[in-house]
């Protein structure tokens, strides 16, 4: 059964298109794109994400991370 999103594509789409558009006006290539947005997912796991559950959650982001790299 398809897992059903509580934001909107709308939503969803509309941020993602403004955070590569500004990796893209500054100029970043892939590298300095993945070091970027590897510390911002490092940041929202540290700052919203309580320390008990923070390896587990990154744990289960990696692995649907490479599920979606695998699919592709």
């Given at each position: 059964?398809?897992?059903?999103?509580?934001?909107?594509?709308?939503e969803f789409?509309?941020?993602?298109n403004?955070?590569?558009?500004?990796?893209?006006?500054g100029?970043?290539?892939r590298?300095?794109?993945?070091m970027?947005?590897?510390n911002?997912?490092t940041?929202?796991?540290?700052?919203?994400?309580?320390p008990?559950?923070?390896e587990?959650?990154?744990?289960?982001?990696a692995?649907?991370?490479?599920?979606?790299?695998?699919?592709?």
């Amino acid at each position: 059964m398809p897992q059903q999103s509580r934001y909107t594509n709308d939503e969803f789409e509309a941020l993602m298109n403004k955070v590569i558009l500004t990796l893209e006006e500054g100029g970043a290539n892939r590298d300095l794109s993945l070091m970027v947005l590897g510390n911002v997912i490092t940041h929202i796991l540290n700052t919203q994400v309580s320390p008990e559950n923070r390896e587990a959650m990154a744990t289960q982001f990696a692995d649907v991370l490479k599920k979606s790299v695998k699919n592709s």
